[in-house]
């Protein structure tokens, strides 16, 4: 990007220098007068144009250079906001996969959460079961209820869209 910037830079001084050497060498050029009729005007441009030849095919040298230095700088000028949006969108695409990698790192432990948990609950579901019996006789109360409805998150990816279920311990 620094690269084609100077190229510009260096394309539009280029096409500075030109203008002023143009507006140099014809300071001089014609002088004629506010009255002066455009067929007057336009005589006296030929006139000098066929008395002096070399001036006028140095100006045309450097119209045409001017031209075609305006061609190249449009060329650049395009060329960098062409660069300008794809570097958008790769700088887009590198913080998307950076946040994305970030989020994987948080999905992954929640599903180790989850394992630990779902691990945790069936030790005690264990226990509860072990411990019901008697619980009952001693409270006439279940110790504890609800085992057929805990879940605990997991994430999960088909490869483009994550989903959180919650899964049935």
Aim: with cysteine; hydrophobic share 40%.
């Amino acid at each position: 990007m620094d690269q084609i910037q100077a190229e510009i830079t260096a394309l539009q001084s280029q096409i500075q220098v030109l203008q002023q050497e143009r507006a140099t060498l014809t300071i001089n050029d014609v002088e004629s007068g506010e009255n002066d009729s455009p067929l007057a005007m336009v005589e006296t441009y030929r006139r000098q144009a066929r008395e002096n030849p070399q001036l006028f095919a140095e100006l045309k040298g450097i119209d045409d250079a001017i031209a075609a230095l305006k061609i190249q700088l449009n060329h650049k000028q395009a060329q960098l906001t062409r660069w300008q949006v794809e570097s958008k969108q790769l700088t887009q695409q590198q913080q998307l996969e950076e946040v994305k990698k970030v989020a994987q790192v948080h999905a992954q432990r929640i599903n180790q959460l989850a394992g630990e948990l779902a691990t945790e609950i069936r030790q005690l579901k264990t226990c509860a079961d072990q411990l019901s019996p008697i619980y009952w006789q001693v409270y006439y109360k279940p110790f504890i209820t609800g085992f057929k409805t805990i879940s605990v998150p997991h994430v999960r990816s088909d490869g483009e869209v994550w989903t959180i279920v919650n899964r049935i311990v």
